[in-house]
């Protein structure tokens, strides 16, 4: 059985992106990456200031909806 192993090729693996976010990152729209940064920068501090909060008004497709 083992002799049957080695003269079979060896399997093709599809090489992936190393991180994945990075390449949705890259393919999102530009209020999905600016409402992601936000949301990091969030979650980086420890303290928010409401009064100063500007989250975007993202449609699916993560570009900007018409109305903000």
């Given at each position: 059985m083992?002799?049957?192993?080695?003269d079979l090729p060896p399997a093709k693996v599809p090489i992936l992106p190393?991180?994945?976010l990075n390449s949705r990152k890259a393919l999102a729209g530009p209020c999905r990456r600016?409402?992601?940064g936000i949301i990091q920068g969030m979650k980086d501090?420890?303290?928010v200031m409401a009064l100063s909060l500007?989250?975007?008004n993202?449609?699916?497709k993560g570009f900007f909806k018409r109305k903000q």
């Open positions: 083992v002799a049957e192993m080695q190393k991180d994945i600016k409402l992601d501090t420890s303290r500007y989250l975007p993202c449609d699916r």
